[in-house]
Structure formats: C-alpha cells, structure tokens
C-alpha cells in the first residue's frame, strides 16, 4: 500500500462530531488570534508614538528666544532668533550662531526668559572695554609661558 492511498482513506474518515457552523468555525480560525494580536500591537506601538510625536509638534510649536535646545545632530544652544514658522538661529557658543530647521530640535533642556528688545541693546551697546572672555568670567587665551601667573611680579 502507498503513501497516496492512505490520504484520501483519512480524509474520509470523520470523529462522529457534527461540523461546526459558520460563526463558531470563525471564532477557532487564526481570525480571533489576528485581530488580538493588532490590538496589542496598537496599544504598546502605534499609539505611544503617536502621543510622542504629538508632544513633539507641540513642543516645537512653543519654541522661543532663550529656550536651551538639543539638535538631532547633538549641537546643545540657546535659541537666539525665532526666523520663521521653519526656521530657527540657535546660538552655540558666544558669538558662533547657526540657522536650523526647527523639525531638527530632538528636546529642550530648559526654558529660558526671552529677552526683551530694550535689555537685549542695552547689554550690546554697554561701553566696557574689557575683552569679551572678562565679562564671561574666564580668562582670555594667552601666549604666556607654561606655569606662569599673570598676577607674579617679579622683584
């Protein structure tokens, strides 16, 4: 005897059960298992990111002169200028400022307070005539010997 005449006397076999019908039949298919399976999916997937890039849009949306900002690059700086609805100039260093596309700020590390127009002229037009790196606090780069002291006097 064959393999392919023992199929058939198989198949034509039954287990004395009645054939279920057309809804219960559904309800043991792969069907039920599918559809548990893509709620799952939009409850820990699809609907976090959605939440994510919704708080995202809206923290975008409230960018202002001051906010401390992180690129998608990684440049950490202060928004120095709100150009347009899609565009930003962010200051990373004193004096050193970039143009973005506000789509590439990834977070905001803190908020800052905008400067308004009256304090922003009045720190620009200040007349001291100290270098820029005496009014941060540090000390400007020098060419001095290595191990001397600016304050030494020698006697």
Known sequence: MSLFELIPSAQAQTTGQAAPD???????????MLAIIGIIFY???FRPQQQRAKDHKKLLGELKRGDNVVTSGGIIGTVYRVVSD?????????GVRVRTVR??????T?????????????NDKSGDSAPSGAKSGRKPRGGGAPGASEDKTQG
């Open 22 to 32: 057309g809804i219960s039949a559904l309800m043991q298919g792969p069907l039920p």
């Open 103 to 108: 789509s590439t700020i990834t977070g905001v």
């Open 110 to 122: 803190s908020k800052g307070e905008p400067r308004g127009d009256a304090k922003a002229a009045a």
């Open 86 to 94: 899609d565009e930003l100039i962010v200051e990373i260093a004193e």
């Open 43 to 45: 409850f820990l997937v």
